[in-house]
């Protein structure tokens, strides 16, 4: 067969798929006229079509742990389950001494075997710096206990236990009620989760994926800051900022500062997640994602673009001039032109919120001399 | 090169080769060769019915000890399970012909594709069989056979070949169908 005529039989096939049955015979018919070997080919191939061969995309689980009603040690009763990320599933839970709900959050079993043992590795050590952290501050996602669920078939699965939020993650108060925020409602809203990174960089810890999906905003009680990965952490627990280290983690491209896209501008820390929050900032007060694109090269190519960092008025905000000012410098290419911690940020932040632009009146003077 | 592993300048090698240079592929094939080809031998070498070799298993161990923590997650992931299912088809590729040039029967080493194909391509044998269709199948259509590379070789699932390939995810499980009919066709007995 010869590239061109197996290229005539994909077309037909193609289509042939998605008919029913008794559409089939007069497609054929009038797809392949009368070159009859044609016809032969394509429902010879058809034949060999299975079942389970055109994958649906599969439902969402409803408990694909099968863990409902399930005690945990003891101590935690399994609710319901709510959702599933990319390495884990968190279900709702009780803790069955002080009857306080929890969330519980285990790690997924159909990775792969090799990857699920690091992982698991990393799990326990997110678990630990959680701990660490959230004593800290409200604004970081409680963590309470960390166990291990021996299956009915034998299995070890490890699973952290955390305090229950009511709310929602800000991706989906963006994406429910699409509209510019004030920057006064920005501040009170962010506050809570600057501190958080205040509190991790002074631990030597950054968050290197900040997002609206990975801020959670209460019904009652500050926002909290969720999510400091599990495969960014293996080597960054001990390491801490080294200047030197290679270390790369998972980030999102949307959301991504200008060394994360391109090693040439540094390596990331702290001044990475004073990027992150700027961006989040600007996404709320613009009423828009900051960079759009297609695909993840489209968006990286933005992050490092000298011309269009993402500030207020750069996405068609009304802002002062000291405010655009604050957002020029959190946004700035080089991670060393920074504010070089959230706290350093979100103080000159305020700070601009309350500084008035000059009258206006020079200006004109200015542009008309 | 087995004494070249720097994970930085591996990292940096595989986000030029992502990017389109054809220069640090060129440089890291033989590196991803000699690490799968390792690894498998050491597993065969066991040559036990409970150490059957699972090459998906050993491309994704690969990612984890390799650049697991090096890599931004997003996209390298994607075109290092890619390149390495190609690498990882020609260590046993070469392992087959090589068996089977010596001619040793009885002890088959035991290879495991399961991808829901509905043939066990579990010896030598069958892996030579599979690479003469897969390259056929080339000629007549170079991304099916790509598509079938990546989720044999490398068990990258539908959404991940989409990525790779740069393509939507129904076109591609729409080539995956007519890929696999056609391989199943071609091996029938």
């Given amino acids: 067969m010869s590239p061109e005529r197996y290229e005539q ?10 008919l029913v049955p008794a559409e089939l015979a007069p497609f054929l018919d009038q797809a392949c006229g009368d070159d009859e070997a044609l016809r032969q080919e394509v429902v010879s191939l ?28 003891g101590r935690y009763r399994v609710e319901s389950y709510v959702t599933s990320g990319g390495f884990s599933h968190v279900y709702r839970g009780r803790h069955l001494a002080w009857d306080l709900p929890v969330a519980i959050k285990l790690l997924k079993q159909s990775l792969p075997a090799a990857e699920r043992a690091v992982l698991q590795d990393s799990f326990v050590r997110e678990g630990a710096l959680q701990v660490q952290l959230s004593r800290r501050t409200p604004a970081i996602v409680q963590a309470y206990d960390l166990g291990t669920w021996s299956t009915p078939r034998g299995e070890a699965i490890t699973y952290t236990v955390m305090e229950w939020l009511e709310g929602r993650a800000l991706a989906t108060a963006i994406a429910e009620d699409p509209r510019r925020w004030p920057l006064d409602e920005v501040i009170a809203t962010l506050g809570p989760v600057a501190t958080a990174l205040g509190v991790a960089h002074a631990q030597g810890i950054a968050h290197r994926d900040l997002k609206p999906d990975n801020i959670f905003v209460c019904a009652d009680g500050p926002a909290r800051l969720l999510d400091f990965g599990i495969a960014k952490l293996a080597a960054e627990y001990s390491r801490g900022f080294d200047a030197t280290s290679a270390l790369r983690s998972p980030f999102t491209a949307a959301y991504a500062a200008p060394e994360q896209a391109d090693r040439r501008f540094g390596v990331s ?19 828009q994602r900051p960079y759009t694109g297609e695909t993840g090269t489209d968006l990286l190519r933005q992050a490092v673009d000298p011309q269009r960092r993402p500030t207020p008025r750069a996405l068609g905000v009304v802002v002062t001039d000291a405010v655009e000012a604050v957002f020029a410098a959190a946004l700035a290419l080089h991670p060393a032109a920074r504010p070089q911690d959230a706290g350093t940020f979100w103080r000159a932040l305020e700070a601009a919120a309350r500084t008035p632009d000059p009258p206006k009146k020079r200006r004109w003077l200015r542009l008309r001399g | 090169m087995g004494d070249m592993y720097d994970p930085e300048a591996l990292t940096s090698l595989l986000l030029a080769a ?126 099916q056979a790509r598509i079938i590379v990546m989720r044999f070789f490398g068990g990258m699932s539908v959404e991940e070949v989409a990525e790779s390939l740069g393509l939507s995810r129904r076109t591609i499980e729409a080539e995956w169908t007519l890929a696999k009919a056609w391989l199943r066709r071609a091996l029938a007995p």
């Fill in chain 1, 9 to 18: 039989v994909r077309a037909i096939f193609m289509e042939a798929c998605g």
């Fill in chain 2, 18 to 143: 992502r990017d389109g240079d054809a220069q640090a592929e060129a440089e890291i094939l033989p590196f991803l060769y000699e690490q799968l080809h390792d690894r498998a031998m050491a597993i065969m070498r066991r040559e036990s019915p409970a150490h059957t070799l699972q090459p998906t298993a050993l491309v994704h161990e690969a990612y984890m000890r390799l650049v697991g923590s090096e890599m931004p997650e997003w996209q390298s992931r994607t075109h290092f399970l890619a390149v390495c299912s190609n690498v990882m088809r020609r260590v046993l590729v070469d392992h087959a012909r090589r068996r089977a040039r010596q001619k040793r029967g009885g002890d088959q080493s035991r290879v495991s594709l399961e991808v829901g194909l509905g043939l066990s391509v579990t010896h030598d044998a069958d892996v030579l069989a599979l690479e003469d269709v897969l390259e056929e199948l080339a000629v007549l259509n170079p991304r």
């Fill in chain 1, 46 to 73: 058809l034949a060999h079509v299975e079942t389970g061969d055109v994958i649906e995309p599969r439902p969402p689980a409803a408990d694909p742990l099968r863990l409902e009603g399930v005690e945990l040690d």
């Fill in chain 1, 269 to 287: 820390g702290p001044a990475t997640d004073v990027h992150g929050l700027a961006l989040v900032c600007c996404e709320l007060l613009a009423g």
